[in-house]
Nanobody, 113 residues
Framework: QVQLVESGGGLVQAGGSLRLSCTASISTSSGDTIVWHRQAPGKPREWVATSFATGISGYAESAKGRFIVSRDNAKNTVFLQMNSLKSEDTAVYYC???????WGRGTQVTVSS
């Protein structure tokens, strides 16, 4: 069973940037699809972005133009670069592996206005 570990969260002012990382405990030659979700207090978990193993990326409307996913397969890591952060981006961010059906424990992102 793979383990996913998120990191890079923190407190940032509105308009700032953060880069989150999701590192998997198992490596594959081409990497796996990783999906980023987030959950704000009192709200359901929502999809943010997907980094497909093929290299293609997909983004929720809330993330388009501001967030960018990238990957370093040699390090079993997928990144979520978040720019122009807004207070509504405050949430716990999770990564998910559809292949392994595994979730990370999340990393808190807090954006102060």
């Amino acid at each position: 069973q793979v383990q996913l570990v998120e990191s890079g969260g923190g407190l940032v002012q509105a308009g700032g940037s953060l880069r989150l990382s999701c590192t998997a405990s198992i490596s594959t030659s081409s990497g796996d699809t990783i999906v980023w979700h987030r959950q704000a207090p009192g709200k359901p978990r929502e999809w943010v972005a997907t980094s497909f193993a093929t290299g293609i990326s997909g983004y929720a409307e809330s993330a388009k133009g501001r967030f960018i996913v990238s990957r370093d397969n040699a390090k079993n890591t997928v990144f979520l670069q978040m720019n122009s952060l807004k207070s509504e981006d405050t949430a716990v961010y999770y990564c998910f592996s559809p292949t392994w059906r595994a979730w990370g424990r999340g990393t808190q992102v807090t954006v102060s206005s």
